[in-house]
């Protein structure tokens, strides 16, 4: 089984590089501050898309245990037996909801939004039970 990133993610962050060139072009005149800032945020969100597009699988599982993405573009192999638990972390803050999808393997911990995963995280820790039986 694999989970991996929207395919809305790593469009909508491209779109707001175009979006940050363009209003900076639109309303930023000569200034180079503006332009340096935008220039910044666009390299920083293509950056970030290009992270999403080019390994958009995040975390995936099998009988002997789950690979998970860390940093970058490493993955590491965790066999069941090295994982402590896994559970999904809700917190509200300011009225918001947020799920996060933890693996906790003793020495790391591993965190998935919705977002990284494609489903809603209680799902994933259903099938990931279903898997390590």
Known sequence: MQWRVRPVLPVTKLMGAVAALVLVAAFGGGDPV???LAIAAAAGLTG????DLLIPVRLTADAQGVTVVTGLARRRHLPWSKIERVRVDSTVRRGLRSELLEIDAGDALYLYSANDLGALPQDVVTQLADLRR
Request: proline share 0%; charged share 30%.
């Open 48 to 51: 970030w898309a290009l992270r």
């Open 34 to 36: 503006r332009w340096g």
